[in-house]
């Protein structure tokens, strides 16, 4: 008799154990889950990824070489169609008459007029940002 109590001692004590640890493992379960909703509303859009290459064209392994010359070469380009047609009126003997020698004067003009545009753009991106949540 007194090992059918102790058998059944030990069964209840292995049931309780067994209990805790689905218990504990139930916990950690929603803890993560919990974890992982917070982490999940904390993007934003400043967290977001931003990589030239979807914006770019730049073949593989010439980067060191495209975005110089994307950082120079556009400016340039938008400042000297800015000048041909609001400084020049349009007009292409006016427009030689103009010094573009002057390439810092002309890069300033287009990076002045390419900031302003990016900047809108990325204004009007944040605006329109949907972070994509679960809202519950």
């Known amino acids: 008799m007194n090992e059918t109590t102790?058998?059944?001692l030990n069964q209840k004590r292995d049931m309780l154990y067994y209990n805790q640890l689905i218990m504990n493992e139930r916990r950690a379960k929603s803890v993560?889950?919990?974890y992982v909703k917070v982490t999940k509303k904390r993007t934003n859009?400043?967290?977001q990824k931003v990589d030239f290459k979807d914006y770019l064209f730049v073949p593989d392994n010439w980067e060191f070489i495209a975005y110089p010359l994307y950082f120079v070469g556009i400016p340039y380009i938008v400042g000297a169609f800015f000048?041909?047609?609001?400084v020049a009126g349009g007009s292409?003997?006016?427009f030689q008459l103009l010094n573009l020698n002057a390439f810092p004067v002309?890069?300033?003009?287009g990076y002045e007029i390419v900031a302003?545009?990016?900047l809108i753009w990325i204004m009007i991106l944040y605006l329109t940002y949907d972070s994509q949540e679960d809202e519950f």
Request: glycine residues 4%; proline residues 0%; hydrophobic residues 50%.
């Open 83 to 86: 000048l041909f047609l609001f």
């Open 116 to 118: 302003i545009c990016l």
């Open 106 to 109: 002309v890069w300033l003009i």
């Open 6 to 8: 102790e058998d059944e």
């Open 32 to 34: 993560h889950e919990k």
């Open 45 to 47: 859009f400043g967290t």
């Open 92 to 94: 292409w003997d006016n």
